[in-house]
């Protein structure tokens, strides 16, 4: 048995995903574990990625000011090439797999320490 958790053209925040990148793609896997009320540091991320959050639950704000809570089970559809941070607002220990579409040598994150966090 199969169930489809997801399909979209858009990340969460309503804007179409970019082309697909010219070339060998590298797909990379990451698993983020967040306690409970870190926040996360500016950053962007320059490849298409989503993941699906496992436990806890996370709070994505974009530069904007616009912000989405996504649960346990939830599938997350990142942000590409806009400047966003996660906080974890819940009360336990937040658990999230994500997947990278990208090609070897480019970074799957870019940080943006020069903006503050509130």
Do not use: C
Not at 46 to 63: A, D, F, K, R
Not at 85 to 100: A, D, I, Q, S, W
């Amino acid at each position: 048995m199969s169930t489809e958790l997801i399909r979209t053209s858009q990340s969460w925040d309503g804007v179409e995903l970019p082309d697909y990148l010219a070339g060998r793609p590298e797909l990379v896997a990451v698993k983020y574990e967040i306690p409970a009320g870190e926040k996360l540091g500016w950053h962007h991320h320059p490849v298409m990625n989503h993941g699906i959050l496992v436990q806890g639950e996370l709070t994505i704000i974009g530069l904007d000011g616009q912000e989405k809570v996504f649960h346990e089970g939830e599938v997350i559809v990142e942000m590409v090439n806009t400047i966003h941070h996660g906080e974890n607002r819940g009360t336990k220990p937040v658990l999230l797999y994500m997947f990278y579409l990208t090609q070897k040598g480019l970074p799957i994150t870019v940080q943006h320490p020069e903006i503050p966090l509130e």
